[in-house]
């Protein structure tokens, strides 16, 4: 049972992937995260020395705080952030105890640049449809909450992403690296790239590429989410207001895949010799 102010690696792991999650701010030092340079999904790193400086960036927010073992370092940092007045528990036993119960984490040499205000940029084409939902969803939820994404012509996305000093996706090219290979789509890539091979997943991923490359025999639930996906491309003109809708989506599809796999639902009741 976790102790005040402190939250379990087991609460926390139920939390993350979900729009409920906290912030995750990771303020190991320097020696031990070049132990294991890892994040927990969708944690950013702060520095805990300038904790007074950073607080105000989540004022309103409720924050989860991580050293490497959950005693000085991030209990110290809640508390002054909750001097603050910001809701702010730390994890208990830290990022090493999260690491061995065997948990996703981020290896942080697989993150892109950050720009000015600690965020990623992603660029790809415009007009979405699955890969272009699923990878946005997948990486505010588990890698990034603060994320931008630039949809653009389809001519237009290495340039943009050159001069933006953005991230590539889901586009055609050599030199791509967050693209489809083979018979994997995008999104197969960044589960896998981003150490996010869980189960929910990896179930998923499946979904998701058995409808963006059109072998809906994949998995039972590819036809729905091509239908759902075609759908919301045709209600909405503005591709980040599809994008918000498929947020939505997605974590009914990834909640389903984590939690309810074995529900079924069968009323009304059909009765005998009718």
Not at 39 to 56: E, F, M, T
Request: aromatic share 8%; hydrophobic share 45%; charged share 25%.
């Amino acid at each position: 049972m976790s102790s005040i102010n402190t939250i379990s690696i087991d609460k926390l792991a139920r939390l993350i992937g979900t729009p409920k999650c906290p912030v995750l701010i990771d303020i190991q030092t320097d020696e031990d995260f070049a132990a294991d340079p890892r994040l927990i999904p969708g944690a950013i790193r702060r520095p805990w020395k300038a904790v007074s400086d950073w607080a105000h960036e989540f004022t309103g927010r409720s924050v989860i705080v991580i050293c490497q073992k959950g005693l000085k370092l991030s209990q110290g940092a809640a508390a002054w952030l909750r001097h603050e007045g910001i809701q702010a528990d730390s994890l208990e036993n830290g990022a090493l105890a999260w690491a061995q119960a065997g948990l996703p984490m981020v290896p942080e040499v697989k993150l892109p640049p950050r720009d000015t205000k600690g965020r990623t940029i992603w660029v790809t084409r415009a007009r979405p449809k699955i890969d272009r939902i699923a990878c946005p969803w997948l990486i505010r939820r588990f890698v990034d909450p603060q994320a931008v994404f630039l949809f653009v012509s389809p001519s237009e996305v290495p340039a943009v992403a050159e001069r933006f000093e953005g991230t590539p996706f889901d586009i055609e090219g050599e030199n791509v690296f967050w693209s489809h290979r083979g018979e994997q789509c995008t999104f197969d890539i960044m589960v896998e790239e981003f150490g996010l091979g869980t189960e929910p997943l990896l179930r998923l991923a499946t979904i998701v590429r058995g409808a963006d490359t059109a072998r809906l025999d994949l998995a039972p639930e590819a036809p729905g989410l091509l239908a759902i996906s075609l759908g919301l491309s045709r209600m909405y003109a503005d591709d980040l207001e599809q994008l918000e809708a498929g947020m939505a989506l997605y974590d009914a599809f990834y909640r389903w895949c984590r939690d309810a796999t074995e529900e079924t639902h069968n009323w009304p009741v059909r009765k005998p010799g009718f």
